[in-house]
């Protein structure tokens, strides 16, 4: 052990000064000139080192001071080891704690963004079977408006005692008798018929949309179905100024070419109506006549006008 004393220092000190031998002073030189010294030496010296004083303590016997500090030492360093455990075990503690918080978090941030897809999913699921059930119910609706729609039919009528057409008759009337029936479960409301008769050669179509002569107009507030209903087409003359419409007499020639087969009637026209569900509907109708004729001859461009709607 080495401990610096001062007052060993001092006694040391002053039995080396008794003791050691005092060096000579060195000689200062003198300039001869003037007899003064001239402050410079022949050689110069290194200065010598700074004696530093070490005393040994002897003994195993600590001093009480030495005693104390020594326990109190020990005691801190305990205290500092205990310390720093204490620290460690915290600094785990709490690194456990936010790396347990950390991994919650992304547990909780998973299931968020788990939730987060599923109830997206979930909700274009329930989208497209609302759809789906919508579009079910819309088919459901048309099926049952089709179902439930009327339909008109228009056909010839029957001639009847009596009844020439106005053919055989000079001067008569033009005219053809048609029966028009509502079919269906329901009722057709607000019925408008725009009604032709046109006398056609034998090699010829009618002129159907073509015609510019004036329709006969019928109207009907409500007609009930499976109710056949008597109409007759009538050839109408065109309107002078503001003269209402009349009535086309048959001419002799149009009389004999009906009678000996070079002509027919032909019967066309619309129907306009509305069903129970306030929807429009239309038929377009075309038939044919040929005076005291057994057989009936298909005109291809009377068959091909025949339409109806499907409006739903």
């Known amino acids: 052990m080495i401990e610096e004393n001062p007052g060993h220092d001092s006694k040391k000190g002053s039995e080396q000064s008794s003791g050691s031998v005092a060096n000579p002073p060195a000689e200062t030189p003198i300039d001869k000139t003037s007899g003064k010294p001239s ?17 040994i303590a002897k003994g195993d016997e600590l001093a009480p001071f030495e005693k104390e500090t020594l326990r109190v030492a020990k005691q801190t360093y305990r205290l500092t080891l205990w310390a720093i455990v204490i620290a460690a075990v915290g600094a785990a503690f709490v690194l456990e704690q936010l790396q347990q918080m950390t991994w919650n978090n992304q547990i909780l941030a998973g299931q968020s963004e788990s939730a987060v897809a599923g109830a997206v999913e979930s909700e274009r699921n ?41 053919i055989n008759m000079p001067n008569n009337v033009l005219h053809l008798p048609l029966k028009m029936t509502v079919l269906g479960k329901t009722p057709a409301k607000h019925v408008h018929g725009r009604l032709f008769l046109e ?91 040929h005076a005291k004729s057994p057989v009936e001859y298909p005109i291809p461009g009377c068959v091909r006008y025949n339409d109806v709607d499907n409006n739903q």
């Open 126 to 166: 329930t989208r497209a079977q609302i759809n789906a059930m919508q579009d079910q119910v819309d088919a459901i609706k048309r099926q049952m408006r089709q179902d439930q729609r009327p339909y008109i039919e228009v056909i010839l009528g029957g001639p009847g005692p009596d009844k020439e057409f106005g």
């Open 199 to 289: 006398v056609v050669k034998v090699n010829q179509d009618p002129l159907l949309e073509k015609n510019t002569a004036p329709a006969l107009d019928t109207f009907s507030g409500i007609v009930f179905p499976n109710v056949p209903q008597e109409v007759h087409a009538i050839r109408m003359k065109a309107k002078r100024g503001n003269k209402l419409g009349e009535f086309d007499l048959a001419k002799d020639s149009e009389a004999s070419d009906l009678l000996a087969y070079r002509s027919y009637l032909a019967a066309y026209g619309t129907y306009t109506y509305d069903d129970a569900f306030n929807i429009q509907h239309w038929t377009k109708f075309c038939v044919t006549f």
């Open 39 to 55: 402050g410079k030496s022949g050689e110069e010296k290194p200065k010598q080192p700074r004696k530093l004083l070490v005393e």
